[in-house]
C-alpha cells in the first residue's frame, strides 16, 4: 500500500518541465554576481512581493535568520549623533534584543534557537489566539530598554501562519501590525514562507500583504513546488547588506542558476496552481470534520493545512503519556496516512501538488476505517 504522504508541501518534486529549465539553466558563479538565472528570479521575485530587490537564498529559515540579523544591527545609513535616539538604535545595538513574534512561529519552535544562536537575539513569544498577532498586544511588548529589560529590536509576522492550521492574516491586521512597528521606529520582517498561500486565500496580490514589510522572506520549495530555494527580499541597500550575511553563514552557492531555472517556474505558476491545493485541504478537512476522532474547526481550513486534535476515541480511549500526537502518528501510518505533529497534542496534514483528489479520497477512507475500528 503505497502511503498518503501529508506531512509537508515541502514534498513536491520538480516536475519535467522543471527538470528540463534546470538542465538547460545558463548559469555562472553567483558569489561573483554573474549568474543571469539567479539574477532574473531575484528580479521577479522582488518584483512579485512589492520590493526593491531580492536575495536567493538557499532555505527559508537561512532568509529569516540573515533579515532578523541585520534588523538587530542596523548600520547607520546617515552620520548621526549617538545622542540621537534614532540613530543610537540603529547603530549600537549588538545583542540581547527581543524580536516580537508569535510564540508559536517558526523563527521559535523550529529554527534550531538561531536567532540566539547566530545574532544573540532573544525571541519575546506572544499568544497568538487563532494564529493571529494581536496589535495591542505587541505595543504593550514593545520596550524601548530602559536599563533593566532586554530591548525589543523587530517586529516579525507569519503568513500564513502554519501551526496555527496556515491561517492567513488579512492585510488589515498585517496593516495594524506594521503601524505599531513604524510607532516605534522599529523594523518588520515578514515571514512569508507561504505568503502566497496567504494571498490566494485572501485574493488579493502577496505585494499587498508584503510590501510594507522591511523584509520579506517566501519559500519557493513548498507549495510553489520548486526542489529546493526562497528569497529574502527588501531595498537595494537591505539587499546588499544581506548579500554579506549570507556569505558570512556560508549560503554563497555558485553556479546556483541551475536551482533558479526551477525557482522561476515556481514563482510564475505556482500562485495559480494553489487554489487545487486549497481546494484539496478544503475537502479532507470536510471529511475528517464528519469522522468520530477528528477534532478540527472547519471555519479555520482557509489554505492548504489542516490541523486537528485526534481525540481519544482514535487512542483507546486514555489519555497517552506521549501526547496526543506522538500516539497517533504510528496508528495512522499504520493506517496508510503519513502525518506531522503540530504541537504536542496536535496533528498537521498538508496538501501539495503531489497530492491530487483522489489521494484526499483515499486518505479519507483510510482514516475512516482507523476512526471505526473497534477500540481494545
Ligand atoms: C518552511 C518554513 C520556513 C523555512 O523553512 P526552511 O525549511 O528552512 O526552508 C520558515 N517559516 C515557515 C512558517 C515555514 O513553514
Known sequence: MRPIDLRSDTFTLPDPAMRRAMAGAE????????????RRLEE?????????????????????????????RRAPQTAGSASEPAAARRGWNIAGGEVICDRASHLVEWEMGAMAAISGLLPRGLEAPGGLLDPEAVERAVDPGDGFHPRTVAIAVENT??????????????????????RHDLPAH????RVFNAAVALGVPAARLASGYDSVMFCLSKGLGAPVGSLLCGGAYFVAEARRVRKMLGGGMRQAGVLAAAGLLALRGGPARLVADHANAARL???????????????????????????????????????????????????????????????????????????????????GRLAHRPLR
Open 161 to 182: 501562519v502554519n501551526m496555527a492550521g496556515g491561517i492567513p492574516v488579512p492585510p488589515e491586521l498585517s496593516d495594524a501590525l506594521l503601524a505599531v512597528a513604524r
Open 285 to 367: 478537512a470536510r471529511g475528517l470534520a464528519e469522522l468520530p476522532g477528528f477534532e478540527l474547526n472547519l471555519a479555520a481550513v482557509a489554505t492548504n493545512v489542516v490541523v486537528f486534535r485526534p481525540g481519544l476515541e482514535l487512542l483507546g480511549g486514555e489519555e497517552p503519556a506521549e501526547g496526543r500526537a506522538a500516539a497517533s502518528l504510528p496508528r495512522m501510518r499504520q493506517a496508510g496516512v503519513l502525518a506531522s505533529p503540530a504541537d504536542r497534542d496536535r496533528v498537521r496534514l498538508m496538501t501539495y501538488t503531489g497530492i491530487g483528489e483522489r489521494d484526499v479520497e483515499t486518505a479519507l477512507e483510510r482514516l
Open 190 to 193: 515578514l515571514d512569508g514562507a
Open 27 to 38: 548559469v555562472g558563479d553567483d558569489v561573483w554576481g554573474e549568474d543571469p538565472t539567479v
Open 44 to 72: 521577479e521575485a522582488a518584483e512579485a512581493v512589492g520590493h526593491e530587490a531580492a536575495l536567493f537564498v538557499p532555505t527559508g529559515t537561512m532568509g529569516n535568520q540573515v533579515a532578523l540579523h541585520l534588523h538587530s
